[in-house]
């Protein structure tokens, strides 16, 4: 009966510890939606329209045109390690996914609004090349 009493506090201890720990993200869906791309301060990106992201995917629409599309899924940013919502188009879009990498976070004051970071990772180390929003 001891054995039984140990292990069951055991395995309590063990749940209570992970309930109370940071949850990892999951790589589900993130966000859903047709989103406006612009610069980090709103202005219009030549060329750029935004992203749609569907489920666990996105496509980046380039002057009206689906392309580059891409997987969504939400994990430790490959440069700071923080929570953010990776666009990783190694998979999709091969060529481009080995040169750039994006990584998104919610903006803290406008919820329908993700700010970007684009990477640049056909060097080794991810290099910030650039940043963007979007906006539902």
Sequence with gaps: MKRTAVTLLGCTAAIGAALA??????????LDG?????????APVPL???KTITGDTTVNR???V????????RAPSIATGADVVHVDYSRLSPAFGAVFHDEMTLDAVNPNRWNGTVYFVGAGQP?????????R
């Design 21 to 30: 720990a940071p949850a990892l993200a999951s790589a589900g869906p993130v």
């Design 34 to 42: 047709v989103y406006v791309g612009t610069t980090p301060e709103g």
């Design 48 to 50: 750029w329209d935004g």
């Design 62 to 64: 380039l002057l009206g």
């Design 66 to 73: 689906n392309a580059i599309p891409g997987d969504v899924y």
């Design 127 to 135: 290099v910030v090349v650039g940043g963007f929003a979007i906006t």
